[in-house]
Antibody, heavy 119, light 107 residues
Framework: QVQVVQSGAEVKKPGASVKVSCKTS????????IHWVRQAPGQGLEWMGI????????TYAQRLQGRITLTRYTSTRTIYMELSSLTSDDTAVYYC????????????WGQGTLVTVSS | DIQMTQSPSSLSASVGDGVTITCRAS??????LNWYQQKPGKAPKLLIY???SIQDGVPSRFSGSGSGTDFTLTISSLQPEDFATFYC?????????FGPGTKVDIK
């Protein structure tokens, strides 16, 4: 069955970068896009970007453009989300999710990774 | 960007009640509208995709309807495990925006 497992919690200082991993199994890795979504404490869901594991093409939310990078490694079936120039506003739980057979819904989600930005 | 709104922002209901949550898009999203349920400390769970298709394993008391800009999620008879926050999301145009959420709690 499909499984999505993310890396553990991170604590970073303002101005630093963070790299979160998302390891998948149970399906053909190149078949499904991967989305990234984040959720600040007590807040709603914010869509961050998407990567096509087949070729590595990406699209990012405009407000994160220039700070976010999604990469994939097909040999390890792992997607990485790197966010740079962190501020306290980036404190959130970060989720990755597979994009479903049609690509238009998020069906299998990772468990989430808490990133805390604090001096 | 397409803006998503939901109403109500919260509601209190009893086990067995029927509940309807509304989602509105600022522009036409055809039927590229999904609904998710999220419980505290957990990842969101897909309930409905394509406005009205129920995800495998989701109880049939959940249903979705609508097209264009106006959508609804209906829970026909609330069960204890249904108390959670519900989000709509459009996947018609990037960025794939979410609604602000509707929290359903116990009356």
């Amino acid at each position: 069955q499909v499984q999505v497992v993310q890396s553990g919690a991170e604590v970073k200082k303002p101005g630093a970068s963070v790299k979160v991993s998302c390891k998948t199994s149970g399906y053909t890795f190149t078949s499904y896009f991967i989305h990234w979504v984040r959720q600040a404490p007590g807040q709603g869901l914010e869509w961050m970007g998407i990567i096509n594991p087949n070729g590595g093409g990406t699209t990012y939310a405009q407000r994160l453009q220039g700070r976010i990078t999604l990469t994939r490694y097909t040999s390890t079936r792992t997607i990485y989300m790197e966010l740079s120039s962190l501020t306290s506003d980036d404190t959130a739980v970060y989720y990755c999710a597979t994009a479903g057979t049609s690509g238009s819904y998020l069906d299998y989600w990772g468990q989430g990774t808490l990133v805390t930005v604090s001096s | 960007d397409i803006q998503m709104t939901q109403s109500p922002s919260s509601l209190s209901a009893s086990v067995g009640d029927g509940v309807t949550i509304t989602c509105r898009a600022s522009h036409n999203v055809n039927n590229y509208l999904n609904w998710y349920q999220q419980k505290p400390g957990k990842a969101p769970k897909l309930l409905i995709y394509g406005a009205s298709s129920i995800q495998d394993g989701v109880p049939s008391r959940f249903s979705g309807s609508g097209s264009g800009t106006d959508f609804t999620l209906t829970i026909s008879s609330l069960q204890p495990e249904d108390f959670a926050t519900f989000y709509c999301q459009q996947t018609y145009s990037m960025p794939f925006t979410f609604g602000p959420g509707t929290k359903v709690d116990i009356k």
